[in-house]
């Protein structure tokens, strides 16, 4: 009887220590994109033909970390767009179709390494909750050179949307002509637990709680921190929201949830057969066109009214 429970209780044991040892190496997967143990997810990706035009630009965020971003200037520029990429991942996948488009469309566009991301500096990624502030800094670095008052816009794809949407309700009225949103999601706790609820059948809450003490201690937030259905009631910028209808990374209701909570002007493009940031790809066409009609609408634009524009499923 005693050999038996020694065995019941080191198999316990261990079960312990795996299922340690498996939340702290998916955590760090979630949060360090410069850990060793696991692969860069777009390595050997050809680089854009633009990124050898880009001109190098480096800020210090509130805490002191190191910035860095790419700036490619257009002739004739008509805006800025602040461009925001996401999850471990960089400016060049993420926009890699929008990059020759917002070119054509006459943008002067600023693609930003996020932190612990690319050139820029720090450990962690903060899945929008730290990475706002940057945005508020790469916003007043923009200022600052647009010397002819080009109108602003921010584009974020995935990780990078939910970080501008976050940032909206911090900017204040008059300094942004529009945002755009690619595929975001509500908060770090949707994200994760949907997550979670794909990958395992067992134990999701306790594994999110241990994820979530875990991001905490390492990284200084929680999943519940903020979510962008609070900050999106806090906000008067237009707000252009794409997402694929076949996104399994980033779940489409997503999208809808933002839309919905969104209080100012507002447009949502549904792309049926695209998966996740994927929506430019798979109509191109409709991609253009709906970012061309936003930014005649918004550039000569500082309406704050509050109404609904539509949604669409195309």
Known sequence: ????????????????????????????????????????????????????????????????????????KAENAKRFVIAVHGWRSSWQHDFRQQCPMLEQLGCDVLYIDQQAHGLSGGKYIGFGINERFDCLKWLQYVESINKNKLPIYLFGVSMGATTVMLASELIGSGRVNGIIADCGFTSPEDIWRYAISVKSKYGNESFYRLSDRLCLRRAGYRGNTRSTLQALKNTDIPFLFFHGGQDLFVPTYMSEQNYDACVSQKRLIIVPDAKHARSCLVNPELYRSELEGFFSKYDNSNETEHKNDNKQHT
């Open 1 to 72: 009887m005693k050999t038996i429970t020694k065995i019941l209780a080191g198999t316990a044991a261990a079960a312990v220590t795996a299922a340690a040892v498996t939340v702290r190496t998916v955590s760090d997967f979630a949060i360090n994109s410069r850990s060793p143990v696991f692969k860069d997810r777009h390595a050997g990706e050809k680089p854009l033909p633009q990124s050898t035009l880009a001109q190098k630009v480096t800020i210090k965020n509130t805490d002191g970390i190191s910035l860095t971003g790419h700036l490619l």
